[in-house]
């Protein structure tokens, strides 16, 4: 695209192929072996090694230190092979790859009035109570009131929940004076997110969200360390911080516009 660069981040060489044909910059992250023309996070100044904790993160590391000067476009974007942002939701449940092709966000659909595209919002508030009593029966115990109040379900309470109760909070103590408040009311007010980490931004802030986003990861390793992060919703702690933080950063500083993610494995198009 002319006007977009669009990274398409995936575990699996089987998909290189197949995003390329969607018009998308293939990614390659994990262990396997992927060409020599897919863009990677393992070479020049990189924390591969790291990716089990920080997840796509090591992608946007590996930009930040040696390729935001090799993006032309004026836009820049990520998606996933397992989600991607559409202009309109399908009306089909299992959508063909020709409809997929033409739903995506493409040059046309950015425009000057907005600076940034994000997901549309996901909603803690309606988390259902039998997980509830699945997997926190211990946090219930303790205040079930939270759990039968909506008003009380906000950001914090549910990364509590899901990612170790007061990590949150040690974690905002380590923010930028300009950001630590601010975060800290937005996590406790607000009860939705823009999820998975994906977004579409005028690539002259791209470096700007960098900046504040790794210094602040790396000191919360301080913190949460490697060692003693055990079960998903730990382990990817700092992916999870970064997840809430971009949805409160972009939207106080730029004008959002919201589309939908389609959940799509691209393992079902290997066919073409």
Not at 5 to 16: I, V, Y
Not at 154 to 173: E, Q, R, S, T, Y
Request: glycine residues 4%.
């Amino acid at each position: 695209m002319k006007n977009l660069s669009l990274f398409c981040l995936t575990l699996n060489p089987s998909h290189e192929d197949i995003i390329k044909k969607l018009s998308l910059i293939p990614v390659g992250l994990g262990n396997k072996i992927f060409s020599e023309k897919c863009l990677n996070d393992k070479t020049g100044d990189n924390i591969q090694e790291k990716n089990s904790f920080y997840g796509e993160y090591t992608f946007h590391y590996w930009i930040w230190k040696n390729h935001l000067d090799k993006i032309k476009t004026p836009w820049v974007g990520f998606c996933q092979y397992r989600k991607f942002f559409l202009t309109d939701k399908p009306i089909e449940k299992d959508i063909e790859f020709e409809n997929l092709k033409k739903l995506l966000v493409k040059d046309e659909n950015l425009h000057s009035h907005f600076d940034c595209i994000l997901g549309e919002k996901f909603s803690v508030e309606n988390y259902k109570i039998s997980k509830i009593f699945k997997n926190h029966l211990t946090n219930f115990l303790k205040q079930p009131s939270l759990f039968f109040k909506k008003k009380k379900r906000n950001l914090k309470f549910h990364f509590d929940l899901f990612h170790g109760n007061g990590n949150l909070d040690k974690a905002i103590k380590h923010l930028d004076e300009n950001n630590r408040d601010d975060f800290n009311m937005f996590m406790k007010k607000q009860t939705s997110f823009n999820p998975h980490n994906m977004f579409i931004c005028k690539t002259d802030i791209l470096k700007k969200y960098y900046n504040i986003i790794f210094p602040w990861l790396k000191k919360c390793e301080e913190e949460f360390g490697f060692q003693n992060l055990k079960g998903y919703g730990l382990q990817r702690i700092y992916g999870f911080l970064a997840e809430r933080f971009l949805s409160y950063w972009f939207s106080k500083n730029y004008k959002i516009k919201e589309y939908p993610i389609v959940v799509k494995d691209l393992d079902d198009y290997k066919h073409l």
